[in-house]
């Protein structure tokens, strides 16, 4: 009863839906991505629905930062996987230990492209 008085306040799904480039993004879309536009009234139902970026993950960022419990994100270390035979063993270790992102700039970069 409550999906049919949905369905008749809304209008077709038509007008809400649109494929590809002329969905208004910055980037642009991949012709097999749905965005919803920003003036749909789905995304005026009291934030129920959440609009879809168009930004795909970029998995390789993705695989290499973690966002960590207080919202920090956690990145490793280069240095460590070859030629560590005339680094000394502290530096060595070190290398081993996580680092956060410290500047706001990238951080936010990183986000982005991690859709965090």
Do not use: D, Y
């Not at 009863?1 to 306040?9: H, K, N, T, V």
């Not at 460590?80 to 035979?85: A, F, L």
Request: glycine letters at 12%.
């Amino acid at each position: 009863m409550f999906g049919a008085m949905l369905r008749s306040a809304l209008p077709p799904l038509g007008s809400i839906f649109v494929r590809g480039p002329s969905c208004g993004s910055r980037n642009g879309c991949a012709w097999s991505v749905m965005c919803f536009r920003t003036e749909s009234p789905l995304s005026l139902m009291g934030g129920a629905l959440r609009e879809k970026s168009c930004l795909k993950t970029n998995k390789s960022a993705a695989k290499r930062f973690i966002v960590r419990g207080n919202g920090r994100i956690k990145r490793g270390k280069g240095g460590r996987s070859h030629n560590t035979g005339h680094k000394g063993r502290k530096r060595v270790n070190q290398l081993a230990a996580s680092a956060p992102i410290t500047e706001k700039a990238i951080e936010e970069r990183m986000r982005r492209l991690i859709r965090a």
